[in-house]
């Protein structure tokens, strides 16, 4: 690492469940944050998502492994006043605080902004909800694929074609972005905190976030467009913006958006100048109105050779054309361990997902292990101030656990 790590000394407060909100708090650790996750006695039930029914079968605890690592775990019931004093311990000395609870939760358990702020000025309060803090829904509880992929319109809009089912979203797919977005948040007020000296009160949401996604098709609608249904792949509305099977049985994606100046180099790629000569295809007019019949076409072009052929093809030519990649080709993707996507994780032979932003010259910490349930309550309580006995108050009491 080239010197201290970015945030090496802030300190964070997480009160949160699942993805989204403690995913924020795993960015803020990647450069370097002291994240202590508080957590209800029997655990984050965010623990047992990846023994959910459908999500892949492993031994070991990916989910929970990868939005917790470099984290401190308390655990702390917030339901007995004992617990709540005991964060309300942590609450000055604490530079960030983030929650994902709803508004009327955090007001009962004492975890509301107007109840944290007053112990300290200068703390960010991190918000995080399902669909926003102002109107019927301010308390309904909400996932990524209820309040950002349904209620956005994406998963309508997904659909292979009309007619077909709304497309369910994969785990975590909302969560990540925002997640992302909430970081945003939280260092855009760091940044102020930098210039005033003052906390400040920060959010978004999974309904906010999953607009934002679907922002162009939502501002076209605003916009009083009309829309078009998709149309099945064999007849499109534009051949060169489909999808291709190729001999090996692997999908491609073409996207020959500037297809004017691309058409050309395109056929003499694919080994079919003639195209360019056939009435049918000699302008982008024509091309649209005979998509169906170009689809055809280089349905029988691709389906010549295989996928990874004609990615070197079209690579070496600088056209856009994507493989479809499959789940399992991930790991071995240089482009991503060159790049930083997938680095190294705890163990020896472990392999991680990154956060997604880099700073030139600002390398991340390597990532730690995710912790055990409670495993530095008594250690981060000592940090605190707290003497040996008052701790052990607390746990006879209940209202702490420590390492299970």
């Known amino acids: 690492m080239d010197g201290e790590a970015i945030f090496a000394g802030l300190k964070v407060l997480e009160v949160a469940s699942y993805i989204a909100a403690p995913a924020a708090a795993t960015m803020l650790s990647d450069f370097g944050a002291e994240v202590v996750k508080i957590e209800p006695l029997d655990g984050d039930p965010y623990r047992t998502l990846s023994r959910a029914p459908g999500m892949p079968v492993s031994e070991h605890d990916y989910c929970w492994a990868l939005s917790s690592r470099n984290k401190r775990s308390v655990a702390l019931d917030l339901k007995r006043p004992e617990g709540q004093a005991v964060l309300r311990r942590l609450v000055p000395g604490a530079d960030v605080f983030l929650t994902n609870f709803p508004l009327n939760v955090r007001e009962r358990l004492g975890l509301a902004y107007d109840q944290l702020a007053p112990l300290n000025s200068r703390l960010i309060y991190a918000s995080l909800t399902g669909y926003g803090e102002h109107g019927p829904e301010a308390n309904r509880p909400g996932y990524d694929i209820n309040a950002w992929w349904a209620r956005s319109g994406l998963m309508d809009l997904s659909r292979s074609e009309a007619g077909t089912l709304p497309v369910r979203s994969l785990p975590g797919m909302g969560d990540h972005p925002t997640a992302a977005a909430l970081y945003g948040a939280i260092v855009t007020a760091l940044y102020r905190r930098e210039r005033t000296g003052q906390g400040a009160h920060v959010g978004t949401s999974l309904m906010a976030n999953g607009a934002w996604a679907n922002g162009i098709m939502i501002q076209a609608k605003l916009s009083g467009a009309t829309f078009q249904e998709r149309r099945p792949r064999h007849d499109p509305l534009n051949a060169l913006t489909n999808l291709y099977l190729c001999r090996d049985g692997r999908w491609l994606i073409l996207s020959l958006l500037h297809e004017e100046k691309l058409w050309p180099e395109f056929i003499a790629r694919i080994g079919h100048p003639e195209l360019g000569a056939d009435a049918r295809f000699s ?3 024509a091309r649209r109105s005979h998509a169906p019949e170009l689809t055809a076409e280089l349905d029988r072009v691709f389906a010549g050779r295989d996928a990874g052929q004609w990615q070197g093809i079209f690579e070496a030519a600088g056209l856009p054309l994507s493989v479809v990649q499959r789940l399992g080709d991930v790991p071995d993707d240089r482009q991503m361990r060159l790049n930083g996507v997938l680095v190294p994780g705890p163990g020896a032979d472990d392999v991680t997902v990154n956060s997604p932003i880099w700073i030139a010259g600002a390398a991340k910490v390597p990532p730690e292990p995710a912790p055990h349930l ?31």
Do not use: F, K, N
């Open 283 to 285: 302008s982008q007019a």
């Open 374 to 404: 409670g495993q530095d309550t008594v250690a981060v309580l000592r940090d605190h101030g707290m003497a040996p006995d008052e701790i052990e108050v607390l746990r006879r009491s209940g209202a702490i656990g420590t390492a299970i």
